[in-house]
């Protein structure tokens, strides 16, 4: 029998094309999928505005943003290090522009990366950091962390993706995954403008029972979910750009201090933080 499906909401790409798209759930719920899937996604990627593939600190937003990246680079060493115990072989998958393997370089990580974007490969390897442009080339195994800093919503087939990712992984590797929540309360407050549904770019939107459903079929134990303080102002601030085409930041600053204390008692925030342990 053929599942049945829903459309949870509509919404648009509001960062290139302007096209709009459904969120469709299924019956298995707690993960949504972006339709229709545009034949060239890479198009949708082109725009001086999508800031993960660049380094500029020219407008406020963008030196705000450099600032938080810094904090949360430090925060994501710290993190890698208590859980592994010190140093050993990382793969960052959606590299991006390179800090992340830049700074774990220098706390003598073993690193490896993984970035589809040719500007950002550029970028990164001006820091001292070579990265591959797929993740199946790739050719090492046994990796003591693979990180996947808001990049598995981006992946066409996931369970194929996954599956790779958990056999490079050595026994009781761990594996880190950060992802939006659509239950979280800015979510649920900027509805179809919410940034971080980010069509089509965002193929895939995870609630915290959806994730660990698509992880574990692979062997991949949740440890420990964490929530990521700043995405909420993050998300808030485009979301009112895309709601009213300003940047709004007293407006923004409230809305994800809302978000944040109300994840404080449920527990669902703009974003976690997601540990895996390869069984």
Same mark, same amino acid.
């Given at each position: 029998?053929?599942?049945?499906?829903? #459309?949870?909401?509509?919404?648009?790409?509001?960062?290139?094309?302007?096209?709009?798209?459904?969120?469709?759930?299924?019956?298995?719920?707690?993960?949504?999928?972006?339709?229709?899937?545009?034949?060239?996604?890479?198009?949708?990627?082109?725009?001086?505005? +999508?800031?993960?593939?660049?380094?500029?600190?020219?407008?406020?937003?963008? /030196?705000?943003?450099?600032?938080?990246? /810094?904090?949360?680079?430090?925060?994501?060493?710290? !993190?890698?290090?208590? !859980?592994?115990?010190?140093?050993? $072989? !990382?793969?960052?998958?959606?590299?991006? #522009?390179? *800090?992340?393997?830049?700074?774990?370089?220098?706390?003598?990580?073993?690193?490896?990366?993984?970035?589809?974007?040719?500007?950002?490969?550029?970028?990164?390897? /001006?820091?001292?950091?070579?990265?591959?442009?797929?993740?199946?080339?790739?050719?090492?195994?046994?990796? *003591?962390? =693979?990180?996947?800093?808001?990049?598995?919503?981006?992946?066409? *087939?996931?369970?194929?993706?996954?599956? =790779?990712?958990?056999?490079?992984?050595?026994?009781?590797?761990? !594996?880190?995954?950060?992802?939006?929540?659509?239950?979280?309360?800015?979510?649920?407050?900027?509805?179809?403008?919410?940034?971080?549904? *980010?069509?089509?770019?965002?193929?895939?939107?995870?609630?915290?029972?959806?994730? $660990?459903?698509?992880?574990?079929?692979?062997?991949?134990?949740?440890?420990?979910?964490?929530?990521?303080?700043?995405?909420?102002?993050?998300?808030?601030?485009?979301?009112?750009? +895309?709601?009213?085409?300003?940047?709004?930041? =007293?407006?923004?600053?409230? =809305?994800?201090?809302?978000?944040?204390?109300?994840?404080?008692?449920?527990?669902?925030?703009?974003?976690?933080? +997601?540990?895996?342990?390869?069984?």
């Amino acid at each position: 029998m053929k599942a049945k499906h829903n #459309t949870f909401i509509k919404t648009k790409d509001f960062l290139v094309s302007a096209e709009e798209f459904s969120l469709i759930c299924s019956e298995a719920q707690g993960v949504l999928k972006t339709t229709p899937i545009p034949e060239n996604l890479e198009k949708y990627y082109q725009s001086e505005e +999508y800031i993960s593939h660049t380094d500029s600190k020219e407008s406020i937003f963008e /030196k705000a943003y450099q600032l938080v990246k /810094k904090i949360a680079l430090n925060n994501k060493i710290k !993190l890698i290090k208590k !859980l592994n115990n010190g140093s050993g $072989k !990382l793969l960052d998958v959606g590299s991006g #522009t390179g *800090d992340f393997l830049a700074v774990a370089k220098k706390f003598n990580w073993k690193v490896f990366g993984v970035e589809p974007n040719k500007e950002a490969r550029t970028l990164s390897e /001006k820091k001292g950091v070579s990265v591959c442009e797929n993740l199946t080339d790739i050719q090492e195994f046994n990796f *003591d962390v =693979i990180t996947l800093w808001h990049v598995l919503e981006h992946v066409l *087939d996931i369970d194929s993706y996954v599956s =790779i990712i958990s056999r490079k992984l050595k026994p009781d590797g761990i !594996l880190i995954i950060a992802v939006p929540n659509y239950k979280s309360k800015d979510a649920q407050h900027y509805k179809k403008f919410w940034a971080a549904y *980010d069509v089509p770019r965002h193929i895939w939107h995870f609630s915290k029972s959806g994730i $660990k459903r698509v992880l574990e079929k692979h062997n991949l134990k949740l440890l420990k979910t964490k929530p990521m303080w700043f995405d909420s102002f993050y998300v808030s601030l485009l979301s009112e750009k +895309y709601k009213t085409g300003k940047l709004n930041w =007293i407006k923004a600053g409230f =809305i994800g201090l809302y978000s944040n204390l109300a994840g404080l008692r449920s527990k669902e925030y703009s974003s976690h933080i +997601y540990i895996f342990k390869k069984q």
